[in-house]
C-alpha cells in the first residue's frame, strides 16, 4: 500500500510538472506573438488613414499610399483559391473515395505531404519557368495567382482529404444502403459534412496566399505601378513585395520606416479579415451538422 500510495504521488507530480511546462511554453509562444502584433500595431498604426489605403505612393515610394498594393494582393489570394481549392477538393474526393488502397495512393498521398514542405522560392521558379516563359502569360496576375494555386495546392489536398477520411463510416453505409451511387453519396451525404473541417486547410491556405513573396516576386510583381491592374494579364503590386522593397531598396529607407509598419499592419487586417470570412463561412456551415 505505500508503494503503490507513493507510486501515484510520484506520477502526479510528474504530471503536474509536465502540466505546467507545456502552459509555460504556450504562454511563451502567445506573448511573442502578442509582443510583434502589438509592436506592429503601435508602429504602424499613425500611418494607416483614409489617404493611405486609397492613394497612389508618391515621391520615391516615400509618401502617399498602397492602394495598387492591396488590390493587387487580393487579387491574388482570391485567384489563387479559385484556382487550389477546386483542384484540391476534388483529388481529395477521389484519394479518400474512388482510389483503390495500394502503393499508388499511398505514393500520391506522400507526395503531397513532400510538396507542403517544399520551399516557395521553388514553386516561384516553376511558374517563372512554365506560366511566364514557356506559356508566355509574362509577369501578369494569372502567373501569380496559377503559381500561388500550386503553391497552396498540397495543403488544400491533405487537409480536405483528412476531413473526409474523418467523416463516419456508417454515412457511406447508410446512402448506400437507400440506393444512392458512390458520387450520390459524396456529393449529398460526405462532401456536407466534411465541408467544415476541408475550409479549415483551404483558411490556412489563404493567409499563406496573402503573405508569400518570393514566387509573386518572380512571376507577377513589380516594384511600382502607377495605374490599377484591368487585366489579368497586368504586373500587380503586393503588400507583402512592397514591405520588402521599402526596407531593403532606396536610399530612403529610413524615411519609409512608417511606410513599411503601416503596409504590414494592413498586410495583416487583410489576412485577418479574408479569414475571418472564411472562418464565418465554415462555423455556418458547421451548425446543426454536428455529428
Not at 489570394?77 to 488502397?101: C, E, H, Q, T, W
Not at 494569372?142 to 476531413?163: F, I, N, W, Y
Not at 529610413?254 to 463561412?281: D, E, K, M, W, Y
Request: proline residues 5%; positive net charge.
Amino acid at each position: 500500500m505505500y508503494l503503490t500510495g507513493y507510486t501515484k504521488t510520484a506520477r502526479q507530480r510528474r504530471e503536474k510538472a509536465a502540466l505546467l511546462l507545456i502552459r509555460s511554453l504556450a504562454g511563451l509562444v502567445l506573448t511573442v506573438l502578442a509582443a510583434i502584433l502589438v509592436y506592429i500595431l503601435v508602429c504602424g498604426l499613425p500611418t494607416v488613414n483614409w489617404s493611405f489605403l486609397t492613394s497612389f505612393p508618391q515621391n520615391a515610394m516615400t509618401s502617399g499610399g498602397i492602394l495598387p498594393a492591396i488590390v493587387g494582393t487580393f487579387g491574388l489570394a482570391v485567384g489563387s483559391m479559385a484556382i487550389s481549392l477546386p483542384l484540391g477538393f476534388g483529388a481529395a474526393i477521389y484519394l479518400s473515395d474512388y482510389a483503390k488502397p495500394g502503393h499508388l495512393v499511398n505514393a500520391i498521398r506522400l507526395g503531397v505531404s513532400n510538396l507542403a514542405g517544399v520551399p516557395s522560392v521553388v514553386f516561384g521558379l516553376f511558374g517563372l519557368s512554365l506560366f511566364v516563359t514557356t506559356f508566355g502569360f509574362g509577369r501578369s496576375l494569372l502567373s501569380g495567382c496559377l503559381t500561388l494555386g500550386l503553391l497552396t495546392l498540397p495543403t488544400v489536398t491533405a487537409s480536405a482529404e483528412e476531413a473526409l477520411r474523418q467523416t463516419p463510416l456508417s454515412f457511406r453505409e447508410a446512402a448506400l444502403a437507400l440506393g444512392a451511387n458512390r458520387w450520390q453519396a459524396v456529393r449529398q451525404v460526405i462532401l456536407p459534412a466534411a465541408l467544415p473541417g476541408m475550409l479549415t486547410g483551404a483558411i490556412l491556405a489563404l493567409g499563406r496566399a496573402a503573405g508569400e513573396t518570393a514566387p509573386i516576386m518572380l512571376t507577377a510583381v513589380t516594384a511600382y505601378s502607377p495605374i490599377l491592374p484591368d487585366s489579368i494579364f497586368n504586373e500587380v503590386m503586393a503588400l507583402s513585395t512592397h514591405v520588402y522593397v521599402l526596407a531593403t531598396n532606396g536610399n530612403n529607407i529610413l524615411q519609409t520606416r512608417p511606410q513599411q509598419f503601416g503596409t504590414s499592419l494592413v498586410l495583416l487586417a487583410l489576412v485577418l479579415s479574408l479569414s475571418l470570412v472564411a472562418v464565418i463561412i465554415r462555423a455556418k456551415l458547421r451548425r446543426g451538422r454536428k455529428w
